[in-house]
């Protein structure tokens, strides 16, 4: 591999990141689950959820991300990205976001490292480790 088909990985990489975000705060949940690839692991400060199907994914991620965000929560920004290592298919990204509500004043701030992967030529988020709840 080249340097350059990397960057182009690391490039697809962050955009599916970016459109997580976009659609998690849209409200898409269609958009938001093709941004997520089956299996899904989510590693937090509280225990580790695994969807290994979209149907998982529909039926028991925004309830999650619902108790966990708060009655507060009105949207998320991605404060920074860092890529830490890239391959073809795959990249680690280490991130950091935070969660506001309405009047735009933050609520909580938390870092991740997010794997994406490209399967079947679409690049989304495969796992995801971070302390928050």
């Known amino acids: 591999?080249?340097?350059?088909?990397?960057?182009a990985s690391e490039a697809g990489?962050?955009?599916?990141?970016?459109?997580?975000?976009?659609?998690l705060n849209a409200g898409d949940n269609q958009?938001?689950?093709?941004?997520?690839?089956?299996?899904h692991v989510r590693i937090s400060g509280n225990g580790v959820a695994i969807h290994n199907t979209r149907e998982d994914l529909e039926r028991d991620y925004l309830k999650g991300f619902a108790a966990r965000a708060g009655d507060s929560w009105h949207h998320t920004v991605l404060d920074s990205v860092e890529v830490l290592h890239s391959s073809e298919d795959k990249v680690h990204l280490y991130i950091q976001w935070t969660r506001y509500d309405k009047d735009d004043m933050p609520l909580l701030t938390h870092q991740a490292l997010w794997i994406m992967t490209r399967i079947n030529g679409r690049?989304?988020?495969q796992a995801r480790s971070s302390f928050a709840p």
């Open 1 to 7: 591999m080249t340097q350059s088909s990397w960057a």
């Open 13 to 23: 990489a962050i955009q599916a990141l970016e459109a997580f975000m976009a659609a």
């Open 31 to 39: 958009a938001l689950y093709d941004t997520m690839h089956v299996p």
């Open 123 to 125: 690049w989304g988020a």
